[in-house]
């Protein structure tokens, strides 16, 4: 695609948003660019990830790096951080974009993230590994041999060790357009590597014609299988969400819509979906969507495999542009947060379910701040959960969720 093609279509997405969340964007972004070393307190994007033994590692960037440090005590306190990427790079700065962290039953750090490859904003999915505590790392390298455009990378390891990555990948372009078909979006493509990601086989495609800019949500169900949310072009060029659960890690199944929101709409909404499932096999999705049917954040549940969901619930005030939502089956039960903005404060709001998402509490404040933040994310350990977020003004916050949260 061409700049000024997707410098069009951006721009059509900004302008179908509402006052507030352009408002709640600029407060977002407008400072991010202060700040240019690999330190954590620089860092625009952060993502965590627990180690079996307990150990919290974050993966960052920063200064044009990877980065990563480890805490023992809860996020008290972090190690020295190690530069996963010496190299400078032109890391994908995207909304939805951030490093992806994995770390197997042995100890194995795998990391994946995207860089920009030219001014049009065509993405390359790179990845690397640590063997030794997270002390060193391997080169990078491309997680697939296409020189097509790759964006929003996600990885996870199953309980067997193996190592599952999707992403959006736009390699179906080109024989679409010398063949004179019209070709909407990216398509879904993964691939697993046994190795804890030294080497990656052949990429497979799952589903053609997919949202090319929003990240993608990956879990595995009670039977070992990957399971991916992403954000679908159905027809007429609606962009609503799709889960698709995957056969095995090297077969895809069919995709399943999650919602018909009727958000049609030729451009990049730039936010993107999260899946959790919990130890029975509910699906709980999160998303958000400006259609004809509903606006706003919305969250439903399904107990058939993704083959069917329960009605929209809608999430948090619509009069505060709530935004970024992220839900997890964690040891205490569900645990969902998002953003809200009132025109000076960036909130994140949380509410919890004990019964597997057939009711939830009360929605409350957990954190604030008054500057440039990132997404709120999730993350639990063997005992709890956690709130993992980056903010400009108050630094990185990891906090607890439970009885004093």
């Not at 627990?50 to 996020?75: E, N």
């Not at 010496?86 to 890391?91: A, I, K, M, S």
């Not at 990132?374 to 990891?398: C, E, I, N």
């Amino acid at each position: 695609m061409s700049t000024p093609v997707r410098s069009t279509l951006v721009v059509a997405a900004l302008l179908l948003l509402p006052a507030r969340t352009l408002a709640q964007m600029q407060h977002q972004h407008g400072t991010e660019a202060a700040c240019d070393e690999p330190a954590l307190r620089c860092a625009t994007k952060v993502a965590p990830a627990f180690a079996a033994d307990g150990t919290l590692w974050l993966a960052w960037m920063a200064g044009g790096k990877i980065s990563v440090a480890s805490s023992r005590d809860a996020g008290k306190n972090f190690s020295a951080p190690v530069e996963a990427t010496p190299e400078r790079l032109n890391l994908d700065w995207g909304p939805d974009a951030r490093p992806k962290i994995a770390i197997d039953r042995n100890g194995t750090i795998s990391l994946a993230f995207s860089i920009f490859k030219d001014k049009a904003f065509n993405g390359q999915v790179l990845t690397t590994h640590s063997r030794d505590g997270g002390r060193s790392f391997a080169a990078v390298q491309p997680i697939t041999s296409s020189e097509e455009s790759q964006r929003f990378e996600a990885v996870g390891f199953d309980r067997n060790g193996e190592l599952f990555a999707a992403w959006l990948d736009k390699r179906n372009r080109v024989p679409a357009r010398e063949a004179g078909r019209k070709y909407d979006g990216a398509a879904l493509f993964f691939a697993s590597s046994k190795d804890g990601g030294a080497s990656w086989p052949a990429a497979r495609m799952a589903v053609d014609n997919t949202c090319e800019c929003c990240r993608i949500g990956l879990a595995f169900d009670p039977s070992n299988r990957p399971v991916v949310v992403f954000r679908n072009i159905f027809e007429g060029g609606v962009r609503d969400h799709a889960v698709l659960l995957f056969r095995d890690a090297s077969v895809a199944g069919e995709p399943h819509r999650v919602s018909v929101d009727d958000w049609q709409i030729a451009a990049c909404p730039h936010h993107g979906p999260s899946l959790a499932i919990s130890s029975n096999g509910t699906y709980h999705v999160t998303w958000f969507t400006n259609g004809r049917a509903r606006k706003g954040l919305f969250y439903a549940q399904s107990h058939d495999g993704g083959k069917t969901f329960s009605p929209p619930l809608a999430i948090g005030d619509p009069r505060r542009s709530p935004s970024r939502p992220y839900v997890l089956a964690g040891p205490r039960g569900l645990t969902m947060v998002w953003k809200e903005f009132d025109g000076e404060k960036s909130r994140v709001r949380l509410m919890t379910s004990g019964d597997d998402g057939q009711s939830w509490t009360k929605p409350r404040t957990i954190a604030e701040t008054a500057d440039a933040s990132d997404h709120p994310l999730l993350v639990s350990d063997s005992q709890r959960s956690y709130l993992s977020w980056m903010t400009k003004a108050d630094g990185y916050r990891f906090i607890p969720i439970g009885d004093d949260s």
